[in-house]
Nanobody
């Protein structure tokens, strides 16, 4: 079981920055993939950025060039630095951990937090 605790959301003006953090209860080196997803009124969680131990990072097109996902294996955290924020970035953001087992895979989620970009 993986428990994920998020922090760092809030209200920011357009052009500003936020840093989301997610702390894992287990060694993140044992987790196949970590990431940040966004969810809007449609109740669909879409990946914003993901990171693995060896493959590297992937970003949603809307996040490229503005967001950076990083991991700190010593602290068991994954972070999302969000720069040059736009109103369309407003959403609920969820930390994700995807674990792979011999029997299959399983996704774990943080509690979610609101990111609001507004003047």
């Amino acid at each position: 079981q993986v428990q994920l605790v998020e922090s760092g959301g809030g209200l920011v003006q357009p052009g500003g920055s936020l840093r989301l953090s997610c702390a894992s209860s287990v060694d993140i080196k044992s987790i196949y993939q970590l990431g940040w997803y966004r969810q809007g009124p449609g109740n669909v969680r879409r990946p914003v950025a993901t990171i693995r131990n060896t493959v590297g990072t992937d970003y949603a097109k809307s996040a490229e060039g503005r967001f950076t996902i990083t991991r700190d294996n010593a602290k068991n955290t994954v972070n999302l630095q969000m720069n040059s924020l736009k109103p369309e970035d407003t959403d609920d953001y969820y930390c994700n951990a995807e674990e792979h087992y011999t029997s299959g895979s399983k996704n774990y989620w943080g509690q979610g937090n609101q990111v609001t970009v507004s003047s």
